[in-house]
């Protein structure tokens, strides 16, 4: 971990930098910059509005989350992604299966720095989404009550990778917002509600439980 002032400057740099690299060329995190250290397990399942351009997406997702490091994470996610549309056109459901992580990589006086990604890519619907769309995050977090209450932020993208014009589940062109969010501990339960602000707009909410 970083300790020194210097430490955190060249971490969050190397941070931003990533970040870029990886959005060059939206989506939601619904996690804080903590870890949960190695073998701890939880799983998540969450609820979200994709809102952009008038159009509106709506996803129900799964994660699994365990840590193989005491720095990082590795995430198994599953989601359904159906088109709400107010056109009396059809309604769409798509699958989609991802894998990804969150390390943990710097604190600095009760503020924690993590990079976040997860690659997905569809099961159903192929030939209306990229062929593959990276969700990477810079995400900001602090502990405001000890065991109860964690305030996070930072910077998130939604990159579509193959065929990005065939976009209708997912961007033609990569979004860049920023999330806001707060995560609620009740025991081994847990409530994330968050918001994203940018062209590509979100809401969500999300109920995870230790399985240990």
Known sequence: MCSTT???KRAALVAVS???WCSVGE???LTT???LGRGNQAVLLSENRIFVDGARLHLVVGQYVRGVSD????YLVGGLTRTDDETESDVLNQSWL???GNWSIAEFRQFRVSLFGVLSAPLTRREQASEVLANPALIVSRTVVKDRLTLYGGVNALVPIGHRERGWFTPTRTEVNVPAGAFI?????GLFVEGDIGHLKAVGVGLSRSLQ
């Open 6 to 8: 210097a430490d955190l």
């Open 18 to 20: 990533l970040a870029l």
């Open 27 to 29: 989506g939601q995190v």
């Open 33 to 35: 910059a903590e870890t």
């Open 71 to 74: 720095r990082v994470d590795l």
């Open 98 to 100: 991802g894998l990804g």
């Open 185 to 189: 501990l009740l025991g081994k339960w």
